[in-house]
């Protein structure tokens, strides 16, 4: 019996059902250059921090319609996903060495296999949602089974030996919180995030953050990278919030509107009868009136523009906030992210991987080694 192959004399055009999801990940050279030359955000000088949310990718793959027959039917699933992975990476290493600048590619993601998190105390039911949908879902439980046991391990090692790309998961504190963390490592660093994920929207409020928000169009994937136009469309086209944009460029009044709203992949709820029209009106006319400042940056205080569920809208803002949440952090989380940026040197290995595990889905070895 010959040797297994995703393409063969009965199957010669081969198609990667999962591209698609890895594909929507990489915004167009021509397009990124475009939207980071209008921000004015680079210098010829700079350093680079590459920072892709591997959550967005899980949640790309998941609505790919049989996902989960797909997953069962594929033997190379792994190896597709491994290979995949690590080339998003190299997808942007490039872009960035094109213009001759000192990259650093970090992936980030959160442990499927927790069951716990640093969020439990102010909700119980922190990323209960994320965690079944890909460990216990019969549609999708493949998807995390093959994740935790095989994908990132492997990918976790063989990035080891690539210089300045690493894989960082997270196990209590959610992932998201890494650019943050790494970007105090680096303080002499741009930083670049790219993202699905409505939670990450909040680092366009930092200095040094380059935000691109990657959305499924009709007409295919779109980057977003400026608030102005982040806000109506999470928001929904809501005017009362797009009239206020303004009072969300405080970082607090940011996080309370995502709190109000609420995050299903997180199993923070919504709060009923508050929505962001009714909370920026509400903070609008606080400031008017005085009782609060425009650069207010206690939850505490913040939320007590509610008549009701102050407490709700602080327990929500509690885990969504990167302050807050990166307050909560200890020495050992700081730690367990930096014993994750090793860099090592085999060649020769990679080379040999490539030729063998990767030789129908090769790992773009000169664009992340050269």
């Known amino acids: 019996m010959g040797e297994a192959k995703p393409f063969s004399d009965d199957n010669p055009l081969y198609d990667n059902p999962f591209e698609v999801a890895f594909s929507g990940m990489k915004i167009r050279y021509v397009t990124y250059a475009s939207m980071i030359r209008s921000a004015k955000f680079l210098k010829p000088a700079d350093k680079v921090s590459v920072f892709i949310n591997i959550e967005t990718l899980l949640n790309s793959l998941s609505s790919i319609k049989d996902v989960g027959n797909l997953v069962l039917k594929e033997q190379f699933f792994p190896v597709i996903m491994e290979s995949g992975i690590i080339n998003l990476a190299a997808h942007y290493k490039r872009f960035f060495r094109k213009f001759n600048l000192d990259v650093k590619v970090f992936l980030y993601y959160t442990d499927l296999s ?109 980057a977003i990278c400026n608030l102005d136009k982040i806000i109506p469309m999470i928001f929904r086209d809501n005017m009362a919030v ?58 505490d205080v913040c939320c007590t523009v509610l008549d009701r569920d102050n407490d709700l809208l602080a327990q929500n803002c509690r885990c969504i906030n990167l302050d807050s949440q990166y307050a909560d952090l200890t020495d050992s989380d700081f730690f367990a992210i930096k014993n994750q940026i090793v860099d090592r040197y085999d060649q020769n290995s990679l080379e040999e991987l490539n030729t063998t595990r990767y030789q129908y889905f090769p790992l773009m070895l000169n664009e992340l080694t050269h």
């Open 114 to 222: 927790r069951e716990s998190y640093k969020n439990n105390q102010y909700e119980h039911y922190y990323r209960s949602y994320y965690q079944n949908k890909f460990m216990e879902n019969p549609n999708y439980y493949l998807i995390g089974e093959r994740m935790v046991k095989d994908i990132v391990p492997m990918v976790s090692k063989i990035l080891e030996f690539i210089p300045d790309v690493y894989f960082i998961k997270t196990e209590s504190m959610d992932s998201s919180l890494v650019p943050y963390v790494v970007s105090k490592m680096y303080p002499d660093r741009k930083n670049f995030i790219i993202t699905g994920d409505n939670y990450d929207t909040q680092y366009m409020n930092y200095p040094h953050f380059f935000v691109s928000i990657i959305r499924r169009t009709g007409t295919g994937n779109l």
């Open 242 to 299: 797009v009239n206020n944009v303004d009072i969300f460029y405080n970082k607090m009044f940011y996080s309370m509107c995502l709190a109000v709203t609420g995050d299903h992949r997180r199993s923070i709820k919504s709060i009923r009868g508050v929505g962001p029209k009714t909370l920026s009106n509400k903070i609008k006319k606080a400031i008017e009136d005085g009782n609060l400042t425009r650069d207010c940056t206690s939850i």
